[in-house]
């Protein structure tokens, strides 16, 4: 199983930071396939931002969950994640990674991450 | 959320020598209906995204030497490298996913002497 992010490096402050991660040699509606969105950055260290099943149940980080939209095209085998007004403290890599489980599950694949900046 | 705390921060040692890496939770992340404790162990190389080590707090992933191993229980982890080897300088994570949001400690950076 191969995790490719993808999606622009720079975003403007106020604006919606927009990811996609394709999922190759694997179902992305497989049932022991769920996906997750996390980030890393030197100031928060690893953060999730949020969980989805293959049939699209959702689970969110309380602390950004208003701002995460989490959702899988099951047509282009691709996990999508959308963060809107973001600030500086979003700067970060993001990564997207699978687990055998919406939750309480460890991750055990992972994509090689994207670098996001959000700056003006 | 339960806060992940590892110890120490950066650790420098001889090839050849025992690494050991401490993780201390804020919640107990065992459950007693099945006796696990929901906590895993990633190695994260420079460039690279963290790879799975551990989990179930002591199991180790396919493929991963047997030099790694995990202890622990409740709320005190460790990771333990039995023989440091060149290719073990990397930043080492735990993460707890016992409870919603998961979480991570800090990271614990290896280096050789």
């Known amino acids: 199983l191969q995790l490719q992010e993808s999606g622009p490096g720079l975003v403007k402050p106020s604006e919606t930071l927009s990811l996609t991660c394709t999922v190759l040699?694997?179902?992305?509606?497989?049932?022991?396939?769920?996906w997750a969105w996390l980030r890393q950055s030197p100031g928060k260290g690893l953060e999730w931002i949020g969980s989805?099943?293959?049939?699209?149940?959702?689970y969110r980080n309380p602390a950004i969950t208003r701002r995460v939209t989490i959702a899988v095209d099951t047509s282009k085998n691709q996990v999508s994640l959308k963060l809107k007004s973001v600030t500086a403290a979003d700067t970060g890599r993001y990564y997207c990674?699978?687990?055998?489980?919406?939750?309480?599950?460890?991750?055990?694949?992972w994509g090689q991450g994207s670098l996001v900046t959000v700056s003006s | 959320d339960i806060v992940m705390t590892q110890s120490p921060d950066s650790l420098t040692l001889s090839l050849g020598e025992r690494a050991t890496i401490n993780c201390k939770s804020s919640?107990?992340?065992?459950?007693?209906?099945?006796?696990?404790?929901?906590l895993a162990w990633y190695q994260q190389k420079p460039g690279q995204p963290p790879k799975l080590l551990i989990y179930?707090?002591?199991s180790r992933d396919s493929g991963v030497p047997d030099r790694f191993s995990g202890a622990g229980s409740g709320t005190d982890f460790t990771l333990t490298i039995s023989s440091l080897q060149a290719e073990d300088v990397a930043v080492y994570f735990c993460?707890?996913?016992?409870?919603?949001?998961?979480?991570f400690g800090q990271g614990t950076k290896l280096q050789i002497k």
């Open positions: 993460h707890q996913y016992s409870a919603t949001p998961d979480t």
């Open positions: 040699g694997g179902s992305i509606n497989s049932p022991d396939n769920h």
């Open positions: 989805i099943s293959d049939s699209g149940s959702t």
């Open positions: 919640q107990s992340l065992l459950y007693s209906s099945n006796n696990k404790s929901y």
């Open positions: 990674a699978r687990r055998r489980q919406l939750l309480e599950y460890y991750f055990d694949d």
């Open positions: 179930w707090a002591s």
